[in-house]
C-alpha cells in the first residue's frame, strides 16, 4: 500500500495515475485507442506490391505514441512489454491466427540495431510468438540497406527502395506467415519488404502493426 502511494500506477499512455479497477490503461485512453476499418481500407490500396490475407492495425498512433517512443527510443522495456501484452491479447482474439504459421518481425540493419541495442519489432515479435505460440522467424530476410529514418526522409518510397534481401527464404517457404512492425506510416516500408518476400516458395502473407501514423 505504501508503495502504491510513492510509486503509484500511471497510465502507459498518458501518464496519469491510474483509478482502483484501471490496469494499465486510463479509462479516457481506452476510449478511442483503436482504428476502425476505414483505416484498413486506405492501406488496402496502397500494399500493392503482393497479395495479403489479413491486415490487422492495433492502436491509433496519437493515444499511443509517447509509449513507444519510450520504448523505441528510450529503451523503457517497460512500455515494450506492456504494449507486447496488449497487442498479442488483441491478435488473440483474431480467428484468423489459427493459420498463422509462423511471425516475421521486420527486420533491422544491423548498424541500426548496434545503436539502438535492440529491433523493437522483434522484441514484439518474441512476445507475440511466446504468448500465442507461433514460431518466430528471424533470418529469412535482412535488411541490407542503413536507411534513414521514415520521418527524416522527405521522399519515404525512394528512402527505403531495396534495402532488403533474401537472406533464407526457405524458413517461410510453404507457410502462411505474420509480419509484423510497430508503426506503419505509408507502406513504403512494408510494400519493398514484400517484393522480396514474394519470391518465396508459396508463401501466404497476413500483416500486423501496433500502431499506423498514416499522414
Excluded at 523505441?72 to 488473440?92: D, P, T
Excluded at 480467428?95 to 548496434?114: C, F, N, Q, S, T
Excluded at 527502395?161 to 513504403?188: C, Q
Amino acid at each position: 500500500m505504501l508503495l502504491e502511494l510513492l510509486f503509484p500506477r500511471r497510465c502507459l499512455f498518458c501518464g496519469r495515475v491510474l483509478a482502483s479497477g484501471e490496469k494499465d490503461l486510463c479509462l479516457p485512453c481506452m476510449v478511442g485507442q483503436r482504428y476502425n476499418n476505414s483505416l484498413i481500407e486506405k492501406y488496402d490500396y496502397l500494399i500493392t506490391e503482393m497479395p495479403y490475407e489479413h491486415l490487422d492495425i492495433f492502436l491509433n498512433y496519437n493515444k499511443c505514441k509517447e509509449a513507444i517512443i519510450n520504448f523505441k527510443y528510450r529503451q523503457n522495456i517497460y512500455s515494450g512489454r506492456k504494449l507486447g501484452g496488449m497487442w498479442a491479447r488483441h491478435l488473440e482474439s483474431m480467428e484468423w491466427m489459427k493459420d498463422i504459421d509462423a511471425i516475421v518481425p521486420v527486420p533491422l540493419h544491423w548498424r541500426k540495431l548496434l545503436k539502438r541495442g535492440f529491433n523493437q519489432s522483434e522484441y514484439l515479435g518474441r512476445i507475440l510468438s511466446k504468448q500465442t505460440g507461433k514460431p518466430l522467424v528471424t533470418n529469412a530476410i535482412r535488411r541490407h540497406v542503413n536507411n534513414n529514418p521514415q520521418v527524416e526522409s522527405d521522399n519515404r518510397w525512394d528512402n527505403v527502395e531495396g534495402i532488403f534481401s533474401a537472406k533464407d527464404l526457405s524458413l517461410i517457404a510453404n507457410k502462411h506467415i505474420l509480419i509484423v512492425d510497430d508503426v506503419i506510416t505509408t507502406s513504403a516500408t512494408i510494400n519493398n519488404l514484400l517484393k522480396v518476400i514474394k519470391k518465396a516458395k508459396n508463401t501466404k502473407v497476413s500483416l500486423a502493426f501496433l500502431s499506423s501514423n498514416m499522414p
